[in-house]
C-alpha cells in the first residue's frame, strides 16, 4: 500500500486509481501518516523542517467547527 | 521543465465532493504555505490562523479553480491575498517591529517568532534525522529522491535524466522515502491518527 501512498502524494496515480487509493488511504491510520510523513521529510529535505505537532489537524478541526463547504460563486481573492 | 499540474485529479475530485481528497491536499501543502505566509506576520500563531484562514478560502472558492495555473499556483495567491488583507487590517500587531523583506531571511519554519523553544528543537531533530537518513541512502535512490523534492523534476524528467523506466523511478522514491521514514519514526514517535 506504500507504494502507492507514494505515488498519490506525487500526483501519480491515474484518475480511475485514485479514488479506490484514497479511499484506502483515508480509512487506514497507518497509511495516512505514512502520506504526512512523505511530506515531512520532502519539506524537511527543501530546508523546511517544522515541528509534527499535528499543524494538519487543526487546519482540518478549524474546517469542520467551521462547516466549510464548497461555495459556487464564491471568490477565494475577495477581500 | 513539464508543467502538468500533480494534483489535478485530487482536486478534481475535492471539486466533486470527495472531502478526502481535500484533506489529502491541505496535509501535503500545509508547511509550504506557513512558510510563504510567515513572510508577512511576525508570531507562529498569527502565521497558524492565517494558514488556516487560507485553506478555508481555497475550500470554499474550490469550484471557482479551473486549472489554468496549478492548484499550488492558485493555494499560494490566495495566502499571498489572505496575509496582505490581515496586515493592512492590523499591522502593529501582525508586523511587530520589522518590514516583511527582514523577516524572510530570519524565518524559521515552525517557529517564526521563537516562542516555543521546544517547536525549534523538533524542528531541528527532525531535519538532523532526514539528513543523518539520507547520507546512508543509496546514492540511485538519493538522486532519485532529490531530483523530484528539491529539483522540482517530474517522474518522466527523471526517468530521462536517470536513463531508467518510469516505474523505477516510482520505485526508488518509494524506497527512499522508507529508509528515511524509519530512521525518522523514532524522533517523530507514534503520533498515528494525530497528523491526518
Known amino acids: 500500500m506504500s507504494l502507492k501512498v507514494s505515488e498519490l502524494f506525487d500526483g501519480q496515480l491515474a484518475s480511475a486509481e485514485l479514488e479506490p487509493v484514497l479511499k484506502n488511504v483515508a480509512s487506514d491510520p497507518g497509511s495516512r501518516d505514512r502520506f504526512t510523513i512523505y511530506g515531512l521529510i520532502g519539506d524537511s529535505l527543501r530546508g523546511n523542517s517544522t515541528p509534527d505537532d499535528g499543524y494538519s489537524l487543526r487546519i482540518l478541526q478549524r474546517m469542520r467547527e467551521q462547516a466549510a463547504r464548497i461555495e459556487p460563486g464564491f471568490d477565494p481573492f475577495a477581500d | ?196
Open chain 2, 1 to 196: 521543465m513539464e508543467n502538468a499540474d500533480p494534483d489535478i485529479e485530487l482536486v478534481r475530485l475535492a471539486q466533486s465532493g470527495d472531502a478526502h481528497a481535500f484533506e489529502a491536499l491541505v496535509v501535503k501543502y500545509q508547511r509550504r504555505i506557513a512558510r510563504h505566509v510567515a513572510r508577512y506576520v511576525r508570531r507562529a500563531v498569527d502565521v497558524e490562523d492565517l494558514v488556516q484562514d487560507t485553506f478555508i478560502r481555497a475550500y470554499r472558492g474550490l469550484s471557482a479553480f479551473r486549472g489554468d495555473s496549478a492548484f499550488y499556483s492558485w493555494l499560494y495567491r490566495i495566502a499571498t491575498n489572505v496575509a496582505i488583507t490581515a496586515v493592512k487590517r492590523e499591522p502593529m500587531v501582525l508586523l511587530g517591529d520589522s518590514a516583511p523583506e527582514e523577516r524572510i531571511d530570519a524565518f524559521e519554519p515552525g517557529v517564526s517568532d521563537g516562542d516555543d523553544p521546544e517547536r525549534h528543537v523538533m524542528a531541528g531533530q527532525i531535519a538532523d534525522a532526514v539528513q543523518r537518513a539520507l547520507a546512508r541512502l543509496q546514492p540511485d535512490l538519493a538522486a532519485a529522491l532529490m531530483l523530484y523534492e528539491v529539483e522540482g523534476r517530474s517522474y518522466p524528467e527523471i526517468a530521462r535524466m536517470l536513463e531508467i523506466p518510469l516505474g523505477t523511478v516510482r520505485t526508488r522514491i518509494f524506497r527512499a522515502r522508507e529508509f528515511i521514514a524509519k530512521r525518522l519514526e523514532p524522533v517523530l514517535g507514534s503520533q498515528r491518527s494525530r497528523r491526518w
